[in-house]
């Protein structure tokens, strides 16, 4: 039996971090065949009974024994495998779990915060790369129709030419999920070394350069799906936040017009407001 035969009957059972931990491994198995149980759990920022507890978890008897079925596991099958971390006809349910907990977890304050600098009218920056670039596309459409000045630079040479023109009172966005796009790194860099303007970055959960450069980071959750080295991660939990930030501040425009005695022209379902409270 190779690792794929071995833990595919006990995936279901996998938590969200025992599911980013079988997903390194399956994304970096040469690596991981070469590995010492210290130097995976420093890789993963856990610590080596950990790795044991998941080794277990999902049927090897330990890591001797993980290693040696891993070497023997063709890495071509990766190619053929089902991308989906748990079995499609269970995937549905994971995948409102992901965006629910997305939700759940969203940090008030922090959408408060946002909401405050967007009052003042502020130029927003969006910076996204790969299959990010539909939710900055989304995100564009949305904060557009609102009236904000909304600039999208979509390739390499037009981020350069933006990030040397950046203000101190341009909001920014960087949307990337996984946070670890260097290209973007380096982007995120300059923009704190050349300007005072407030870094909005969405990424995943996992502890990542991005998030740890922003001056406000929202977390969403998603299960990492590849085929044949294309990312087709979902990113609706991604479009599910920025739809809560443009709700938010549809519901404080809406708050300061009515005390104004103008006609609103935002309007807001209940169940949306219950979101907030």
Do not use: W
């Amino acid at each position: 039996m190779d690792f794929f035969e071995i833990t595919s009957q006990h995936i279901n059972t996998l938590n969200y971090n025992e599911k980013e931990l079988y997903n390194h491994i399956i994304r970096n198995m040469e690596e991981v065949k070469k590995s010492t149980i210290r130097e995976l759990a420093a890789t993963c920022f856990v610590s080596p009974a950990t790795i044991i507890r998941f080794l277990r978890k999902i049927g090897f008897s330990g890591y001797s024994d993980f290693i040696a079925i891993l070497k023997y596991t063709d890495t071509d099958c990766e190619e053929n495998h089902n991308p989906f971390v748990v079995p499609q006809e269970n995937y549905r349910i994971e995948y409102l779990k992901n965006i629910y907990e997305s939700v759940r977890v969203l940090d008030n304050e922090k959408v408060n915060k946002i909401v405050r600098i967007l009052k003042e009218k502020p130029r927003l920056v969006v910076m996204a790369r790969g299959l990010n670039k539909s939710v900055g596309h989304y995100f564009e459409y949305i904060f557009s129709g609102f009236g904000f000045e909304v600039v999208f630079p979509e390739d390499h040479y037009f981020r350069q030419m933006l990030l040397n023109g950046i203000r101190n009172t341009d909001l920014v966005f960087f949307l990337t999920f996984g946070g670890e796009d260097k290209e973007l790194i380096k982007d995120i860099e300059l923009l704190n070394i050349r300007s005072k303007a407030t870094v909005v970055s969405i990424t995943s959960a996992n502890n990542n350069p991005v998030q740890n450069m922003s001056h406000i980071n929202l977390y969403v959750f998603a299960d990492y799906i590849q085929v044949h080295g294309i990312d087709m991660t979902s990113r609706i939990s991604m479009i599910s936040l920025i739809e809560l930030i443009a709700y938010k501040y549809m519901e404080e425009m809406a708050e300061n017009e009515e005390h104004s005695s103008q006609i609103p022209y935002y309007s807001l379902d209940k169940g949306i407001r219950e979101v907030f409270q």
